[in-house]
């Protein structure tokens, strides 16, 4: 007891220091707005912290449920929305059918097998004919842009022949003064993010910037956003100007798609055969 | 510890607050450098005092401080900080029974020694200050730029506070 005391006593300078400066801190913390602030939010972190790693498990294990229902969410949202869009105002009908002008449902799908760096790529999705999808059916990615057109069916799959593929070309318009045009990929440009549309006629003013969106032909609902002209001055020697565009979907990072599927499709076919017969 | 002794540093306790902050609160470049006089007080305080007095007493002069500068406690501790470096530089350098001056001054100790006891119980204080000023360790750079051109500034009023005193007294 008596050497403790000699101890204390003897560095009586660092214990009074440490004694005096606990005070002097402790005043700092009780009593500034910031420095309390700063002192309970690090600690709050630290447990912040913890909980949030244990959180990230619990998230990983419940994301297929989410992912299901966030994308079923979605296509009922989309094809409400469309159903909105889709109104066609130039008929005049006595009986509301209310039926009718739900043209487009949509039908969400996983991607399965995704393909960006071949010349023809391809993308299998998880529904098939159990789920109502049907060959040439269009292929929208969630958000904005386009994919492509259903290209074979089975039972329960489907394979999607997107715009990453020289065969595909989709109709579009520019949004601003209505030429005609078709989206395509391919020839000599095999960057997934550009694309090309020909076919607009040499005397449209078409500048950097403009949105091009797809025509309602085709099997695509018309309005969907498909990319932003980034270069007007691409030569082709014909008296059609050729336009690249940037996409605004990407489809390397492409999980999920929406299946269009259209009420009037079957009847707009076999009405263009028809034709096509009598010539 | 005579009666004369304690009514200088009355006097010099309120002339260097007042100093400080009616004056130097004011004053700053930049927002950098600011000057602290007031630490001149707690270094000239007489050799002979007891430590746990000398920590009352700094302890009493950051507390002013802080009440005026609103910042409660974050001069009381780089007070409390700088009396502990004094009572070790003073034991380092000093032996103790062998003092014969009454405290420590610049006229008393000579250029060298108080400059270098001054530029060590400074920047001990100035790095606490700014240091529980800031309260963190992510603008490191710029809080150490802010405490050392502060030393400096410290410093040089100190010094110059100190040369004026040491003439008068000695004329």
Same mark, same amino acid.
């Given at each position: +007891?008596?050497?403790?005391?000699?101890?204390?006593?003897?560095?009586?300078?660092?214990?009074?220091?440490? #004694?005096?400066?606990?005070?002097?801190?402790?005043?700092?913390?009780?009593?500034?707005?910031?420095?309390?602030?700063?002192?309970?939010?690090?600690?709050?972190?630290?447990?912040?912290?913890?909980?949030?790693?244990?959180?990230?498990?619990?998230?990983?294990?419940?994301?297929?449920?989410?992912?299901?229902?966030?994308?079923?969410?979605? &296509?009922?949202?989309?094809?409400?929305?469309?159903? %909105?869009?889709?109104?066609?105002? @130039?008929?005049?009908?006595?009986? *509301?059918?209310?039926?009718?002008?739900?043209?487009?449902?949509?039908?969400?799908?996983?991607?399965?097998?995704?393909?960006?760096?071949?010349?023809?790529?391809? #993308?299998?999705?998880?529904?098939?004919?159990?789920?109502? #999808? $049907?060959?040439?059916?269009?292929?929208?990615?969630?958000?904005?842009?386009?994919?492509?057109?259903?290209?074979?069916?089975?039972?329960? /799959? &489907? @394979?999607?022949?997107?715009?990453?593929?020289?065969?595909?070309?989709?109709?579009?318009?520019?949004? *601003?003064?209505?030429? =005609?045009?078709?989206?395509?990929?391919?020839?000599?440009?095999?960057?997934?993010?550009?694309?090309?549309?020909?076919?607009?006629?040499?005397?449209?003013?078409?500048?950097? !910037?403009?949105?091009?969106?797809?025509?309602?032909?085709?099997?695509?609902?018309?309005?969907?956003?498909?990319?932003?002209?980034?270069?007007?001055?691409?030569?082709?020697?014909?008296?059609? +100007?050729?336009?690249?565009?940037?996409?605004?979907?990407? =489809?390397?990072?492409?999980?999920?798609?929406?299946?269009?599927?259209?009420?009037?499709?079957?009847?707009?076919?076999?009405?263009?055969?028809?034709?096509?017969?009598?010539? | 510890?005579?009666?004369?002794?304690?009514?200088?540093?009355?006097?010099?306790? %309120?002339?260097?607050?007042?100093?400080?902050?009616?004056?130097?609160?004011?004053?700053?470049?930049?927002?950098?450098?600011?000057?602290?006089?007031?630490?001149? =007080?707690?270094?000239?305080?007489?050799?002979?005092?007891?430590?746990?007095?000398?920590?009352? %007493?700094? /302890?009493?002069?950051?507390?002013?401080?802080?009440?005026?500068?609103?910042?409660? !406690?974050?001069?009381?501790?780089?007070?409390?900080?700088?009396?502990?470096?004094?009572?070790?530089?003073?034991?380092?350098?000093?032996?103790?029974?062998?003092?014969?001056?009454?405290?420590?001054?610049?006229?008393? $100790?000579?250029?060298?020694?108080?400059?270098?006891?001054?530029?060590?119980?400074?920047?001990?204080?100035?790095?606490?200050?700014?240091?529980?000023?800031?309260?963190?360790?992510?603008?490191?750079?710029?809080?150490?730029?802010?405490?050392?051109?502060?030393?400096?500034?410290?410093? =040089?009023?100190?010094?110059?506070?100190? /040369?004026?005193?040491?003439?008068?007294?000695?004329?």
């Amino acid at each position: +007891m008596r050497n403790l005391w000699i101890f204390l006593s003897r560095y009586n300078a660092f214990f009074f220091f440490i #004694i005096f400066f606990t005070v002097g801190i402790i005043l700092t913390i009780r009593n500034n707005v910031y420095q309390r602030s700063v002192t309970f939010s690090s600690t709050n972190e630290i447990v912040g912290t913890a909980y949030k790693r244990l959180n990230v498990v619990k998230r990983y294990l419940n994301l297929v449920q989410v992912n299901d229902s966030l994308a079923a969410e979605n &296509a009922a949202l989309k094809t409400q929305l469309l159903a %909105i869009n889709a109104i066609d105002s @130039t008929q005049v009908t006595k009986v *509301k059918d209310t039926i009718n002008h739900q043209q487009y449902t949509l039908i969400s799908a996983k991607v399965f097998k995704n393909s960006v760096t071949l010349t023809n790529n391809m #993308i299998t999705i998880n529904k098939g004919i159990k789920d109502g #999808i $049907m060959k040439d059916m269009a292929v929208i990615s969630p958000g904005k842009g386009v994919v492509g057109f259903v290209q074979n069916v089975s039972e329960n /799959f &489907a @394979t999607i022949r997107p715009l990453l593929n020289q065969e595909t070309a989709i109709s579009v318009v520019l949004k *601003k003064d209505n030429a =005609f045009g078709s989206l395509v990929w391919g020839d000599d440009n095999f960057d997934y993010r550009k694309a090309y549309v020909k076919e607009i006629p040499n005397h449209y003013k078409v500048k950097v !910037g403009d949105t091009i969106i797809t025509s309602g032909s085709g099997g695509f609902p018309r309005g969907i956003e498909v990319g932003r002209v980034t270069n007007t001055s691409v030569s082709t020697g014909d008296s059609f +100007m050729t336009l690249e565009v940037t996409l605004f979907n990407n =489809f390397s990072t492409l999980q999920f798609v929406y299946v269009v599927k259209d009420k009037f499709a079957e009847e707009v076919k076999s009405l263009q055969t028809e034709v096509k017969n009598e010539q | 510890m005579n009666s004369r002794t304690i009514l200088i540093n009355i006097f010099r306790w %309120i002339a260097l607050l007042f100093v400080q902050i009616f004056l130097l609160r004011n004053m700053a470049f930049y927002n950098l450098s600011t000057p602290f006089i007031y630490v001149l =007080f707690i270094l000239v305080l007489p050799f002979h005092i007891p430590n746990l007095l000398l920590y009352v %007493i700094a /302890f009493i002069t950051g507390l002013t401080l802080d009440t005026f500068y609103d910042t409660l !406690g974050v001069h009381t501790s780089a007070c409390i900080a700088l009396a502990f470096v004094r009572i070790l530089f003073i034991s380092v350098s000093l032996n103790r029974e062998a003092i014969d001056e009454p405290e420590p001054s610049l006229g008393n $100790m000579g250029f060298r020694w108080f400059s270098l006891y001054a530029v060590l119980c400074i920047f001990v204080h100035h790095v606490v200050l700014f240091f529980l000023e800031a309260f963190k360790f992510t603008s490191l750079t710029y809080t150490l730029g802010r405490t050392l051109l502060s030393v400096v500034f410290t410093l =040089f009023t100190v010094l110059l506070v100190e /040369f004026i005193f040491h003439n008068r007294k000695s004329a």
